[in-house]
């Protein structure tokens, strides 16, 4: 086989069979293939797109790049969720502890968070001592005996991908509906759940900024899913604004302990019960959504929830005091509120933009050698929809210096005040086979 066919091939609007893609993904990952051909393959990808075959053998080819993630020593269907990535998204907080209360393995692989998007490891981390650097044999004993933990993701899983992403990153073909379904699905089946649920956001937080556009990226993920035999459903849900009131790590952890009471804000609440109803129905404890809905809402309000949520802190030796004494939590030595300059209906909340002037104060970073500041971020005072009077507060920026003035130009540039609009739909559409 020779690479310069292939390209020839998917450059005249051919499928590539199974045996290419791996000859492919084999010979890239092994560096036998050279970037610029590489490139020129992934560029005839760009324009011909590929088939539901080629999408689910570039997948698998990925998968087999690397170590994959046995679970089958866990009891139990093993459900993973996914957000794409969003400001202020708080869900895995809530969602891990939540489902597993239900008896539901949670069996999690997290990463730290990069740009406008923060990381489930960095927010964890606000209960100190917390690690995720624990022995596969360890996690899955802790899953199953607390149905939930989280580990640190293995610097092995999915090499080609590694080596793709940052090739697509230079050449312009990042923006691809079969590469990035591929990239993302790739990891998930290496990570060894048996189901997965996708949050794929849409909006100006989001990769894909329109409904269109996010609804065929669902599409494809689900497609691929089903095709190698996870069951897999994807939800689309809004991300125009940020998600909650809290951005930044341990304000973000309070939003989740908050929910987990019952007393989060209604749009993660809302949310998480929707994506949590969804891994319920893929882990067969409900025989409808109504039913898993009602279950979750059970373990909140009796309070078995918080239980586990401070048992998986625990377990991986974080400070669960926090849960009652959230003075225990990273904080941050200033508090400066950003007055409304007008009075008005709040039509627009930049999700991104919020995203960056979180990480300026140091909530994110930018590079991946940036040091978090755990105690810092932003609380939203307003969302979109609400009426704010002159002088009253839009946002709280919780800051370790006192001088702000760029971060709070940069959130008055960002959050439009004007004529009534509606609150943003939540939840756009939710994607089955
Ligand atoms: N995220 C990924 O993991 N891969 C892509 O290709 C795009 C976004
Ligand atoms: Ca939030």
């Avoid at 300026?360 to 009077?389: C, M, N, P, S």
């Amino acid at each position: 086989m020779r690479i310069v066919d292939l390209i020839t091939k998917k450059t005249a609007g051919l499928a590539l069979s199974r045996e290419e893609i791996q000859y492919f993904i084999d010979g890239y990952t092994k560096g036998n293939i050279p970037d610029y051909q590489a490139s020129a393959l992934l560029m005839a990808i760009f324009f011909q797109d590929m088939n539901d075959q080629e999408r689910a053998d570039l997948t698998m080819a990925m998968v087999n790049s690397g170590e994959t993630i046995d679970l089958s020593a866990i009891e139990g269907i093993k459900v993973d969720k996914h957000s794409t990535g969003g400001v202020g998204d708080t869900t895995t907080l809530v969602l891990a502890p939540l489902v597993a209360a239900l008896d539901i393995p949670v069996a999690k692989m997290s990463g730290r968070g990069l740009g406008h998007t923060g990381g489930t490891l960095d927010k964890l981390e606000s209960a100190k001592g917390f690690h995720l650097e624990i022995s596969k044999e360890e996690f899955i004993n802790l899953v199953n005996t607390n149905k939930v933990a989280v580990i640190g993701q293995s610097g092995n899983l999915t090499p080609a991908d590694k080596k793709l992403y940052a090739l697509r990153d230079v050449t312009g073909t990042v923006n691809s509906i079969p590469l990035i379904a591929s990239s993302i699905m790739s990891k998930k089946i290496a990570a060894g759940s048996d189901a997965i649920v996708l949050d794929v956001k849409t909006g100006a937080g989001a990769f894909m900024k329109t409904e269109e556009e996010s609804v065929e990226l669902a599409k494809a993920m689900v497609r691929i899913g089903n095709n190698v035999g996870r069951n897999t459903m994807a939800v689309i849900s809004d991300m125009s604004q940020p998600l909650g009131y809290a951005i930044g790590n341990a304000l973000e952890m309070q939003e989740a302990i908050d929910t987990l009471r019952g007393k989060g804000p209604a749009d993660l609440m809302e949310l998480s019960l929707v994506l949590g109803s969804q891994m319920v129905m893929l882990a067969k404890k409900a025989n409808s959504l109504e039913d898993a809905r009602k279950i979750l809402l059970e373990v909140i309000n009796n309070g078995k929830a918080l239980e586990k949520f401070r048992l998986f802190l625990t377990s991986q030796g974080g400070d669960a005091s926090i849960i009652d004494h959230p003075e225990n939590l990273p904080q941050a030595s200033y508090k400066i509120e950003v007055p409304a300059k007008a009075s008005g209906y709040v039509r627009n909340i930049i999700a991104d933009e919020v995203g960056i002037a979180a990480m300026w104060l140091g909530a994110g970073r930018a590079t991946k050698e940036d040091e978090v500041d755990l105690g810092v971020g932003l609380i939203l005072r307003k969302k979109v929809g609400d009426h704010v009077e002159i002088g009253e507060s839009l946002v709280t920026i919780y800051a370790n210096q006192s001088e702000v003035t760029k971060v709070m130009e940069k959130l008055y540039a960002c959050i439009e005040i004007g004529e009534k609009v509606p609150a943003p739909k939540l939840i756009y559409q939710i994607i089955t086979q």
